[in-house]
Structures are given as structure tokens and as C-alpha cells.
């Protein structure tokens, strides 16, 4: 008979995430996810089978808190220009005080692994699926209030805005200045918030 797990691999895998969230897949050891996990190996292996394995669960767990918040950001938030700007205000804020400045690790799994992993390829694709069609619900919702212009295309618009999303992140890792990512901000968001 087995021995019984003594840790939660769900409250584990937090700072997990954090190791590779900051270090990058390649820059992580398994060492430092034992240490800041607080696990031997074996329980590592024997949960995870190996780092590449921890390492999608810790997209997956990242993933889903960001899609939590998106998903209630939008559908919570009107006008929907309102839903758009705390979204992408938020981003700047959020980067602009992290003082590790680690950026999105989503978007450093892409840069850093994009290509060269399908396995994170096709999380990365999905994941950005996924706010293409929370953005693209919220637009069309929007639409329907009289929020957006008769010829306003929510898909085109939503799609825009993921990659705008997607490229404020990758920015704010390496720009600090708030005014700089405002002015991104603010002529990002003027497509729908022109008269």
C-alpha cells in the first residue's frame, strides 16, 4: 500500500509557479522548485512525473486566474469601453509595481518556449482563444447596448485587442514609465471610444 501525500499539490504548485513565473522554464532547477515547494524530489516525481510536466500545471493554474479575472472584468464592467480601459489599466499597474518585474508568464512562456514546445504552443494558442472570445462576447454584448458603432466588428475588435493586450504585457516588463503605458493605453482604446 502506497504512502499518502502529506502536501497539497494544488497550494504547491503556487510557488512553483512563482519559480518558474520568475527564472523561466530553462532558468529554473529542480532543486529550486523542491526548495520553494517545500517537497522532496520523489513527491515532486511521483505528482508531476517531471519539471516539463510541473511546468504546464503552472501555466494551467496561472491560466485559469487570469481567465477568472478576464471573464468577470467583462462581464461585470459596463460600458464595455469602461471593461476595456480597467483591463489594460490594470495591466500597467500591476507591471509597473512589480518590482521583479517579471512580467506575464504567459507571455514569457511564449517568448521563451513558444515554438520550440508544442505542448506550450498549444496552451499559449488556446489560452489566447479563450480571450478572443471574452473580449469578442463582451464587444458584441456591448454592440447590442448601443455602446459601439452599427459597423463595429466585435470579432475583428476582439482580436485586436488580445494582441494589444498581449503586447502591453510584453511592453511593461521593460518600460516603467505609467505616462508611457497610459499614451499605449489611450490610442489603443480610442477605436471604441470615439464618437
Not at 524530489?41 to 503552472?58: E, G, I, N, Q, V
Request: proline letters at 3%; one cysteine or more.
Amino acid at each position: 500500500m502506497g504512502r499518502n501525500k502529506i502536501f497539497d499539490p494544488e497550494q504547491t504548485l503556487v510557488p512553483a509557479m512563482e519559480v518558474f513565473w520568475e527564472c523561466g522554464y530553462e532558468g529554473t532547477s529542480m532543486q529550486a522548485l523542491v526548495d520553494a515547494m517545500g517537497i522532496n524530489r520523489s513527491s515532486l516525481y511521483h505528482t508531476y512525473r517531471d519539471k516539463h510536466a510541473l511546468y504546464l500545471a503552472a501555466l494551467q493554474r496561472y491560466r485559469s486566474r487570469k481567465e477568472g479575472y478576464l471573464r468577470e472584468a467583462m462581464r461585470s464592467i459596463t460600458p464595455v469601453q469602461v471593461a476595456f480601459r480597467r483591463v489594460f489599466e490594470a495591466v500597467a499597474e500591476i507591471e509597473t509595481q512589480d518590482p521583479a518585474r517579471k512580467g506575464c508568464f504567459f507571455v514569457n512562456a511564449m517568448m521563451e518556449k513558444g515554438t520550440l514546445d508544442e505542448e506550450v504552443e498549444t496552451l499559449v494558442q488556446d489560452t489566447l482563444e479563450v480571450m478572443v472570445v471574452l473580449f469578442e462576447t463582451a464587444l458584441q454584448e456591448g454592440k447590442e447596448r448601443g455602446e459601439l458603432r452599427a459597423d463595429a466588428d466585435p470579432q475583428q475588435l476582439a482580436r485586436y485587442f488580445a494582441n494589444a493586450h498581449v503586447g502591453l504585457r510584453a511592453m511593461a516588463k521593460v518600460i516603467t514609465d505609467a505616462a508611457y503605458l497610459q499614451d499605449i493605453i489611450d490610442a489603443t482604446l480610442a477605436i471604441i471610444e470615439q464618437d
